[in-house]
């Protein structure tokens, strides 16, 4: 009996099996949809310039209040005998050689002594002898 039962069993698989069951489908393949490219070179990259404008990167802009920038430091204050005093030339009274520019002579004429003045060579000031 459980050999009948086993025989009936594999026969029932075997017709099961025979039984023309119509093929899947062929699958269809989706051609690849990558962007095309309309210009040849990607941009040319500028160089950086902190203080130039901000290009957006593609997010949308964040609106913010521009923060105004920090007052600029006062200039210093040197003190009198902080400069030095110009070279006096020889022969010549209203001529000094500056301090700054070895050679080159300056016409300080009209001004008293000790008073402040400024180097046209070098835009740094001495005092007049």
Same mark, same amino acid.
Request: glycine share 6%.
């Given at each position: 009996m459980k050999f009948s039962l086993l025989l009936a069993l594999v026969a029932a698989f075997l017709v099961a099996s025979c039984s @023309? @069951? &119509?093929p899947p489908p062929p699958a269809r393949h989706r051609a690849a949809n990558y962007p095309t490219r309309? @210009?040849?070179y990607p941009p040319?990259?500028?160089p950086f310039n902190p203080n130039g404008p901000v290009e &957006?990167?593609?997010a949308p802009p964040v609106q913010t209040t521009a923060a105004p920038p920090p007052p600029a430091a006062p200039p210093t204050k040197v003190a009198k005998g902080d400069y030095p005093y110009g070279i006096p030339v020889?022969? %010549?009274p209203h001529l000094v050689e500056s301090p700054y520019s070895p050679g080159k002579y300056i016409d300080v004429e009209g001004f008293?002594?000790?008073t402040e003045v %400024?180097?046209?060579y070098t835009d %740094?000031?001495?005092l007049v002898p």
């Amino acid at each position: 009996m459980k050999f009948s039962l086993l025989l009936a069993l594999v026969a029932a698989f075997l017709v099961a099996s025979c039984s @023309e @069951e &119509p093929p899947p489908p062929p699958a269809r393949h989706r051609a690849a949809n990558y962007p095309t490219r309309t @210009e040849q070179y990607p941009p040319q990259q500028q160089p950086f310039n902190p203080n130039g404008p901000v290009e &957006p990167t593609g997010a949308p802009p964040v609106q913010t209040t521009a923060a105004p920038p920090p007052p600029a430091a006062p200039p210093t204050k040197v003190a009198k005998g902080d400069y030095p005093y110009g070279i006096p030339v020889p022969g %010549k009274p209203h001529l000094v050689e500056s301090p700054y520019s070895p050679g080159k002579y300056i016409d300080v004429e009209g001004f008293p002594p000790g008073t402040e003045v %400024k180097d046209p060579y070098t835009d %740094k000031i001495f005092l007049v002898p």
